[in-house]
């Protein structure tokens, strides 16, 4: 038989699968996987219930239902001042990961050259891969996750099509500031190229601003701007996307869309433009909920000698295991961790192109989007192994 795709056929079994099934095997509390371990908003499970039983299962139109794009305008209009046109700059896509590569579709050829910042969601390369594209990595620098404005410069050139963005950030928790924006934007229009802006944190900041860079000048027509409800509801299952564009693009999003899934489940749909509409008040008190978390956390780890680094924003903070190191990596110990403590984390060295720089190796990552208790009986058992 002839041979299959050599590029899906060599890529590994992800770490987070890795992780995830010595977790269970050694039943381990599971704070690698970046889902919530409670429900999201009960009038939006009510409502995506009662819309199975309204005679609406067909194929939902191609750029999504009516209700949802406009409750997409009307909330980048309220949160961001962006006025949008709901019948043609909206598109609904089965899930933010789907939305990526049907924007990376939409602009991108064999041969061009994206923009990418690490440490990135591992999603980003394989993508870009099987498009032929190539990827022009810059690394933000621990512990303050600062941006090198020589070294973003340096990787944009006469090749690069776009940048891909994600702010806030996945896994850093960094939330871009708008100097850095500014930055980003002026390359942008200097290299004449577009941007993806993976922006499905939107609403979980804490103490800072998310600002997308689609509101800055010159940005409005060169941006894709990416969100997602499985994040702004704690729905991740549900994989809902939506991706705000202008006319042009979106167009052409929506053709990549068509051949990579159609349509997304009507009644989810209508769901979540339900959850659109609960406003800034809901957003403000989920994102309180998870600083709380983050914090429990975040304090417990440093009392246990892992120093953990600026997280403004998502899911997820990044600890420093040097002090317990003893010599090993961070994905090693990580694997230890989760025989040792009972604990799983992620090794952050898992975000960066296998084919670059050797990254740091001694972060891990940690998701905070879980029960109060949950998370106190993570440091509990990190004690006793630790302590």
């Known amino acids: 038989m002839p041979a299959p795709n050599a590029y899906l056929a060599g890529l590994p079994t992800t770490i987070f699968t890795v992780m995830s099934q010595l977790a269970a095997e050694h039943g381990a509390i599971n704070l690698g996987q970046g889902f919530p371990d409670t429900e999201g908003p009960r009038e939006l499970i009510e409502a995506a219930a009662a819309a199975l039983g309204d005679d609406r299962n067909q194929y939902a139109p191609l750029t999504g239902l009516p209700e949802l794009r406009e409750a997409v305008a009307r909330g980048n209009r309220e949160s961001y001042g962006l006025a949008v046109d709901p019948a043609t700059e909206?598109?609904?896509?089965?899930?933010?990961?789907?939305?990526?590569?049907?924007?990376?579709?939409?602009?991108?050829?064999?041969?061009?050259?994206?923009?990418?910042?690490?440490?990135?969601?591992?999603?980003?390369?394989?993508?870009?891969?099987?498009?032929?594209?190539?990827?022009?990595?810059?690394?933000?620098?621990?512990?303050?996750?600062?941006?090198?404005?020589?070294?973003?410069?340096?990787?944009f050139g006469p090749r690069t099509k776009a940048i891909l963005l994600n702010s806030p950030m996945n896994p850093s928790g960094k939330v871009f500031t708008r100097e850095?924006?500014?930055?980003?934007?002026?390359?942008?229009?200097?290299?004449?190229?577009?941007?993806?802006?993976?922006?499905?944190?939107?609403?979980?900041?804490?103490?800072?601003?998310?600002?997308?860079?689609?509101?800055?000048?010159?940005?409005?027509?060169?941006?894709?701007?990416?969100?997602?409800?499985?994040?702004?509801?704690?729905?991740?299952?549900?994989?809902?996307?939506?991706?705000?564009?202008?006319?042009?693009?979106?167009?052409?999003?929506?053709?990549?869309?068509?051949?990579?899934?159609?349509?997304?489940?009507?009644?989810?749909?209508?769901?979540?433009?339900?959850?659109?509409g609960l406003g800034e008040s809901y957003f403000r008190a989920l994102a309180e909920e998870l600083r709380a978390r983050r914090d429990l956390l975040a304090e417990g780890l440093h009392g246990l000698g892992f120093p953990t680094l600026p997280a403004d924003g998502s899911y997820f903070l990044v600890a420093d295991i040097s002090r317990h190191a003893n010599g090993r990596d961070d994905v090693t110990f990580c694997r230890d961790m989760v025989r040792q403590a009972g604990v799983a984390a992620i090794p952050v060295s898992a975000f960066y192109a296998p084919d670059g720089p050797e990254p740091p190796r001694n972060l891990i990552r940690f998701a905070f989007c879980k029960r109060h208790d949950v998370l106190q009986d993570a440091l509990i058992r990190l004690r006793a192994a630790f302590g």
């Not at 409800?229 to 705000?244: D, H, M, P």
Request: hydrophobic share 50%.
């Open 180 to 276: 850095e924006l500014g930055l980003i934007a002026g390359l942008v229009t200097a290299f004449d190229a577009y941007a993806i802006c993976d922006e499905v944190y939107e609403h979980l900041t804490f103490g800072v601003k998310h600002i997308p860079l689609m509101t800055l000048p010159e940005m409005r027509e060169r941006c894709m701007r990416i969100s997602s409800a499985g994040k702004s509801f704690s729905l991740t299952g549900w994989k809902v996307g939506y991706v705000t564009a202008p006319a042009p693009l979106a167009a052409l999003v929506a053709k990549a869309h068509q051949i990579l899934v159609f349509s997304t489940a009507p009644n989810l749909q209508r769901a979540v433009a339900v959850g659109l």
């Open 90 to 155: 909206v598109v609904v896509t089965s899930g933010a990961t789907e939305a990526i590569a049907a924007c990376l579709m939409a602009v991108v050829e064999p041969g061009d050259e994206v923009v990418l910042i690490e440490p990135l969601y591992d999603t980003y390369l394989p993508v870009l891969r099987m498009i032929g594209a190539t990827p022009r990595c810059v690394r933000l620098h621990p512990p303050g996750w600062s941006l090198d404005p020589a070294e973003l410069r340096a990787a």
